[in-house]
């Protein structure tokens, strides 16, 4: 079946820290690669998406993932996270432009000032 | 653009209560996605509209959840009887063709007391 895997439940960093988020997924063939934020309280967000082309994809407010076809991986990464990162991340995966997308559980991240 | 809208934002009802969840997509978009965000499951997928068809309603979890699409701007999901373990954050979300983006509501919040 279908799965997204995000391997961390909780992240607690300190601002200016680097950030890297593990998502997995397990599909076979073409796949649409998606992460998103939930800020407390606030409906999901776009930061970034991948479906082809460059492997590395830039999104909003810094953030960067890397796809890596070979290891079925797509982490979130940013160099130096601030406090107002505060939020849940979650990476999604679908085939094909529409379609079921499937998120994973979602990694809460905590930004100590 | 308003984006994805939701209604009500907040719902609190008796178990037992019929409950219906509204939903306006964006102008232009053509497929329609019912999610249920909960602490222990994270988002499921529950149903998702086509063109106003539903194509998957594999997650919708009981007879009692039922969603409609009667046209292109407007979509239902109603819960009866509603029970407590119905309570959670409902979103909907809406994309188009070739957009490979999905838009998110606000949600609406159920309680179930």
């Known amino acids: 079946a279908q799965s997204v895997s995000q391997h961390n439940h909780h992240v607690i960093l300190s601002e200016a820290a680097s950030l890297e988020l593990g998502c997995n997924y397990s599909y076979g063939g073409t796949v649409n690669l998606f992460w998103y934020v939930q800020y407390p309280g606030q409906h999901l967000q776009l930061l970034l998406k991948y479906f082809s082309g460059d492997p590395l994809v830039k999104g909003i407010k810094g953030f960067e993932a890397e796809f890596i076809k070979s290891k079925f991986s797509f982490n979130l990464r940013k160099p130096s996270v601030q406090w107002s990162d505060t939020a849940e991340y979650f990476c999604?995966?679908?085939?094909?432009?529409?379609?079921?997308?499937?998120f994973g559980k979602g990694t809460k991240l905590s930004v100590k000032p | 653009d308003a984006g994805v809208i939701q209604s009500p934002r907040h719902e609190v009802t008796e178990m037992g209560q019929e409950v219906t969840l509204r939903c306006k997509p964006i102008?232009?978009?053509?497929?329609l996605f019912w999610y249920r965000q909960t602490m222990m499951r994270g988002l499921e997928l529950l149903i998702y509209f086509n063109n106003n068809v539903p194509i998957d309603d594999s997650g919708m979890p009981e007879d009692r959840f039922s969603a409609k699409m009667p046209n292109a701007s407007f979509s239902t999901l109603k819960i009866q009887p509603s029970e407590p373990r119905d309570s959670a954050v409902y979103f909907c979300?809406?994309?188009?063709?070739?957009?490979?983006?999905?838009?998110f509501g606000s949600g609406t919040r159920l309680t179930v007391v």
């Open positions: 102008s232009g978009h053509n497929s």
């Open positions: 999604a995966a679908t085939r094909g432009s529409q379609g079921n997308l499937i």
């Open positions: 979300a809406s994309s188009s063709q070739g957009s490979y983006g999905y838009t």
